[in-house]
Structures are given as C-alpha cells and as structure tokens.
C-alpha cells in the first residue's frame, strides 16, 4: 500500500513539474490563443493569408515601410506582388487631437477580431513611432495602450528613423559609438519603458533606420522585424502560418523551426532526467 502511495506522488510530482517546465517554455499553454500541432495543420492547410494593420502617428514612417504611397485607408487591404499571402491596412496618421482617426482605427480592429474566418481577422499590428524627443509620446499612442480594448491582437512597436533620433542627441565631443549608446538610452527612457508601464504594453520592439537610403542594410533590419513579429504572436498556429507565408525568406523559417523543435527536445530531455533522480 505504502509503495502505491509513493508511485502516486512521485507520478503528481513529475506532471505537477511537466506542467511548470511547460508553462516556463511556452509549450501547452491553456489560454484562448493556443492550439493544438493538429490544429495548427489544419489552420495552415485551409489558410494561406496574413493580414497586417500598419498605424502611427502623422509622418512616423508608414509609407516608407511599406514603400507605397496613396489613399490611407484602415478598411482598404492591399497585397505586393512579391508576397501576396500578406495582406496589409494602412490607416491614417494620427495627429494630435485626432479622437476620430483613433476610434475608427478601434473599431476596425475589434470588428476583425470578431470576425468567425480567421483570413478576416487581423493577426499582428505594427505600430510605427517617430522617435522625437520633443513629442515622446502623444496621448492618442497612450490611450491605445491604455484603453480598455475587446480584442487581443498583438501590437509589434516600430521605433522608425532612429538615424534621426541620433542626430537629435547628436553630440560632436562624442564618439558615433557613443552617440548611438545615447539614443538608444533615450530610446528607452522616453519611448520603451512608458509604453511598458500601460495596461496593454507592445509584445515587441524593433528599430528602424535609413530606409529610404539605398545603402542602409534594409535585408537585415526587416529579418529582424519578421522575427520579432514571429515571437509576438502567442497562438501557435498563427504563428507557423506567419512563418509559412515566409516564402522569400527561407533562413527565417530555417531559425524558427529549429528553435521550436529544440525547446521542445530540451523540454523532454529535463522531464525525463529529472524523473530519474525523483
């Protein structure tokens, strides 16, 4: 009898420590977001598209990410040629002021997020910042974050022109390398630890520079974009669709897939050792 009760709450300690390993890797989790693998299958066998809300203040840089100019409508998607499982919104620049532009940029989203086909909803928002220490953060950007929201589509916060914000802090008894140090300090203090602080904060932060200059590293600046929109969707099979639709961008698949397959060997690895020693 002794001995079942032993098996018993070595196996309640083994599963109780499976389901922490789980919880602190990301594998399993219980909420609302998560799938199954299977369902993950399914999910990208009968979905192909991606659909991506692009918002900002007034000239933060939209139309230089995008690299397309024209009406900016939230409710008007449009495609690349050169990748068309992704779908993109462009909405209107807020300006200070601007309540309207705000909710019917709101009331897009939470309309999508209701939506029952998963190709009309809207998966990832890129929300483009221009870092002008002047004007950190203007309180429509607050009210975004601080609002009490319906939906929760994950927001990836796009810091554009940072070239600029280097030359606003700009300081000729410096080195560039320490030049660049205080902008991203500043970056952080102005930018990154209010937008942290709100109720809804951004799942990622990724910088941007010198995009509408020929010579700047655009290849790997939006490797990195992608990656840190990978890593800002928590549902697992949204996030393989983003990663599928990659078709340009083999080695980002590549990393992604590794990775995942890994944590997930590694996960097993701990569980099983650590049985042994119980």
């Not at 070595?10 to 693998?37: I, Q, W, Y």
């Not at 999910?43 to 203040?57: A, C, D, E, N, P």
């Not at 953060?137 to 975004?144: A, R």
Request: charged share 25%.
């Amino acid at each position: 009898m002794s001995v079942n009760r032993q098996n018993l709450a070595k196996e309640s300690k083994v599963k109780a420590l499976g389901n922490r390993l789980k919880k602190s890797l990301g594998l399993g989790s219980s909420s609302a977001g998560s799938v199954s693998k299977n369902e993950a299958a399914i999910l990208r066998s009968r979905y192909t598209h991606f659909r991506i809300l692009v918002i900002g203040r007034a000239n933060a840089g939209k139309t230089t990410l995008l690299k397309r100019r024209g009406i900016h409508d939230v409710r008007r998607a449009f495609t690349f040629k050169s990748n068309p499982k992704f779908i993109f919104h462009d909405s209107p620049g807020f300006e200070a002021g601007g309540e309207d532009e705000l909710k019917v940029v709101m009331d897009f989203i939470e309309e999508s997020s209701m939506a029952h086909e998963v190709n009309d909803q809207v998966h990832i928002i890129w929300f483009c910042f221009d870092p002008d220490v002047s004007r950190p953060l203007l309180d429509l950007e607050v009210k975004f974050f601080n609002e009490n929201r319906k939906w929760n589509v994950p927001v990836v916060a796009i810091f554009m022109k940072f070239d600029d914000l280097i030359s606003q802090v700009w300081n000729r008894n410096n080195t560039p390398k320490q030049n660049t140090r205080h902008a991203l300090n500043t970056l952080q203090q102005k930018f990154e630890q209010p937008l942290r602080s709100y109720k809804f904060p951004p799942q990622n932060y990724v910088r941007l520079e010198a995009l509408d200059n020929n010579e700047s590293d655009h290849q790997k600046q939006m490797e990195e974009l992608i990656k840190q929109t990978a890593a800002s969707i928590d549902n697992l099979a949204l996030r393989m669709l983003f990663v599928t639709v990659q078709q340009n961008n083999l080695k980002i698949c590549i990393e992604y897939a590794i990775k995942r397959y890994t944590i997930i060997l590694l996960y097993f690895n701990v569980a099983y050792y650590i049985f042994l020693a119980l």
